[in-house]
């Protein structure tokens, strides 16, 4: 079939929630629950809802499937198309949710705080490009989050042994809606500590087909480089890592075993 590549941006994908969000669709439920295990085992005690602060939380996904199961959500992202989609698909399902804008470097700490639990998964964390960034930005979520409460960030690894890009693939479907979704990590610079990423997006739409294209830059972090980042926040501490399976019984460290790591980071009093 043929495809005309119609766009080539930095953010092609978020400029089009509906498939950003048909792409990662699966991954909703498996997070949420996990979301809510982790709030069970290490948060602070709560009765009734938790508050949830979801820092670039894009098409507004888990903010619908949390707000659904009763919690309280808040989140914020850079990209205006999200956001109204967020915010658009929170008022069909009549969740009294807020969607502001923010940068994950520099967001203002929301009126809804203090939260129990944040979270930042799929690698959004390593859109952050500078170690200050990033330091900065754990220290507004900590600022954000009640004492003992949680931040949970997933992301891939860095192999700087890798001698290929990576390729992941995901295909599809939501009424009517086909997407193919394929990324390519590119290799990672060791010392700009970055990795060039691309997302080509093949949509198809009743009788209409057509590609986008994504670039960008990750921030890199070896499991040497994670540890020693972490240790340079003092106000959290890391209790436990799991992986993208998101299974409470599968417990990991951060080591090169594999690429994929969700942190559990408990704030401190
Ligand atoms: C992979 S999506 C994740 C969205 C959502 N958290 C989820 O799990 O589906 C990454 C999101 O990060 C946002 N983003 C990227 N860089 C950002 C930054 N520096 N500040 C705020 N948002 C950012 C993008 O606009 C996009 O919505």
Known sequence: MSKALTEVSSTAWYDSPLYYDIVYQ??????????EAIARKHGPVRIGPLRILEP???????MESLGRRGHVVHGFDMNPHMLRYAKARLAKAKIKGVTKHGRLESFRCPTGAPYDLAHCLVS????????????????LVAQSLRPGGLYV?????TDYTQSEPDHEQWIRQRQG???????????????????ACRTRMYVREGRKQWKEETHWDFRTYSPTELRKFLKSVPKFKLIACHDFHYEMQRKRNIDN????????????A
């Open 257 to 268: 075993r594999y690429g994929d790591i969700v942190l559990v980071l408990r704030r401190n």
């Open 124 to 139: 959004t964390f390593k859109y952050i490009l500078t170690e200050r960034g990033a330091r900065r930005h754990l220290q």
């Open 26 to 35: 699966d991954y909703t439920r498996p997070e949420t629950k996990f979301l």
């Open 153 to 157: 960030i997933g992301l891939h690894l």
């Open 56 to 62: 670039a939380c894009g098409s507004g996904r888990l």
């Open 177 to 195: 809606v086909r997407v193919q979704s394929d990324t390519w990590s590119g290799i990672p610079n060791r010392l700009k500590r970055t990795e």
